[in-house]
């Protein structure tokens, strides 16, 4: 991960620019020659939903070394298939991955800081190979490492046929799900890893489609899964959105400690925890929620000097997520434009709508685009150069009332069963900088002195102890708080 962070207010937005309509934008399935051991242990997206699209990005992330592989996924009519930026994922991953921060100190001897914020810890984490009988090639291409086409059918198995004839094997638990795609009337995209292009983690790619559609299959996603798959969701929309069908998940933040020894907190192993026991986890944790934060600064109490973007290899720290992107994908060599960010900063209460100046599935940048609406912000304005990630998730939006929203799930293979339909949930923010309450190993901060901190006043008596002790003494209370949070859930859906 490349970013890292230094370390507002959410105002309840209106919900109308998400329509009631559950057409799917679906998450995508690996298949793998059956001559290699390829297994898909988690997957990243980001959902963008405005009034005239939605855009899904995802990048998939697996153990194992192949050579080839074939990704595939459901889309309704309409859609298209581009590449994405590393850029886009690595800032959004790292912005709002929770950060946890020690209790602030003093020593009792002399009064003189001793500890201050004493650290922070993230705890985030051929012939026609595309053809076939019954099967229709509406599309064929190259994106990014990949080779892809867009086939359609209305023939059961068709597409079971497509996959074994190029040397992917589909287990028989997922024949079925392609085949309730196939009567749902769903085209697929595929794609196959050229050859020679080798990669140990998917190059991110986006799939657009008209209109608004808060809605991803998970059946899909099962296709070469493990036990469990590990699912990060960034929501990018009017409105916080929450899945609906799946318990919540929730770190109770009473218990989070940080061990002065280490410079570690426990916040890894409540959030496990807290996964498992939701309702046998089929659970999604919101550990990031704000509005507006895009493109303006953010605050936290456990930040006190304001919330800080750093790319590696610069030294200057920018104050919003959008600027980040941007210096992020200048680090990464993904864009050569150094003045986007200046222009991010101009959008921060821009009540306008961004508009799209080309054709439906163009990309911003192609001639045949033309102008937008009067009263729109131009979509290219948001570009930087080909790093166009940014942009094209605001077409349709306004910038000031867009929330970014992270969800997170390990969710067991039985849980993939169900789609994911997102609604608008609290529009509350939820922030993912956090001061732990509990303190261990105190007393290195001021040797013999007595640390004064704030948070847990007990821990200067207890002076010793370990935060795995600590930990797992604190994790029945941990369950409980869960499984009353789960009980909860269920009473309210029933």
Not at 35 to 48: F, G, I, P
Not at 230 to 236: E, K
Not at 267 to 272: A, D, H, I, M, N
Not at 313 to 342: R, S
């Amino acid at each position: 991960m490349r970013l890292r962070l230094l370390a507002f207010l959410a105002l309840a937005a209106p919900a109308a620019t998400l329509l009631p309509q559950r057409e799917a934008l679906a998450c995508g399935g690996c298949f793998a020659p059956a001559t290699e051991t390829t297994v898909v242990n988690a997957h990243r997206m980001v959902l963008s939903v405005s009034p005239v699209q939605s855009v899904l990005w995802d990048q998939i992330q697996y153990a194992g070394d192949p050579s080839e592989f074939a990704w595939v996924l459901p889309v309704k009519r309409g859609a298209t298939l581009q590449v994405g930026s590393d850029a886009w994922f690595e800032t959004l991953d790292a912005a709002t991955s929770v950060r946890i921060t020690a209790p602030s100190s003093t020593c009792a001897s002399n009064g003189a800081g001793c500890g201050g914020l004493a650290g922070s810890d993230s705890a985030s984490f051929g012939g026609d190979a595309f053809g076939g009988e019954q099967v229709t090639v509406l599309h064929r291409g190259t994106v990014g490492p990949y080779e892809t086409v867009t086939l359609a059918t209305d023939t059961p198995g068709a597409l079971n046929k497509w996959l074994d004839t190029n040397g992917f094997g589909v287990d028989a638990s997922t024949q079925p799900v392609i085949d309730a795609y196939v009567e749902e009337n769903f085209d697929f995209i595929a794609l196959k890893l050229q050859p020679g292009k080798d990669v140990k983690e998917m190059t991110p790619v986006r799939v657009v489609m008209p209109g608004a559609n808060p809605t991803l299959p998970l059946r899909m996603v099962a296709a070469g899964t493990g036990a469990n798959v590990a699912i990060t969701l960034f929501t990018i929309s009017e409105a916080r959105l929450a899945p609906e069908g799946f318990a919540a998940a929730a770190v109770p933040h009473d218990l989070l400690a940080w061990d002065f020894a280490s410079q570690e907190s426990n916040y890894g192993v409540l959030r496990e925890k807290a996964l498992s026991a939701a309702d046998g986890g089929r659970a999604f944790l919101t550990s990031y929620a704000q509005q507006g934060s895009l493109f303006s600064p953010v605050s936290s109490s456990a930040a006190p000097f304001g919330v800080q973007y750093t790319t590696s290899g610069t030294t200057a720290p920018v104050d919003t997520i959008a600027a980040a992107f941007a210096q992020q994908g200048l680090a990464n060599g993904e864009t050569e434009d150094t003045a986007c960010a200046v222009r991010f900063a101009q959008l921060a209460a821009e009540g306008r709508a961004v508009g799209n100046p080309c054709p439906a599935g163009v990309l911003l940048s192609d001639p045949s685009c033309g102008e937008v609406a009067s009263g729109q912000i131009d979509a290219r304005e948001l570009a930087c150069g080909p790093l166009d990630d940014l942009a094209v998730a605001m077409i349709g939006l306004h910038p000031k009332d867009v929330w970014l929203t992270r969800l997170e799930a390990n969710l067991p293979r039985a849980a993939l069963d169900t789609d994911l339909v997102l609604n608008p949930g609290p529009q509350e923010r939820v922030d993912n900088w956090l001061r732990a309450r509990v303190s261990v190993h105190a007393e290195v901060l001021c040797g013999a002195a007595l640390p004064v901190l704030d948070g847990d006043r007990a821990s200067r008596s207890r002076g010793q102890g370990t935060l795995v002790g600590m930990t797992l003494g604190a994790l029945a209370l941990a369950a409980a708080v869960v499984r009353r949070g789960a009980r909860r859930f269920a009473s309210r859906a029933a």
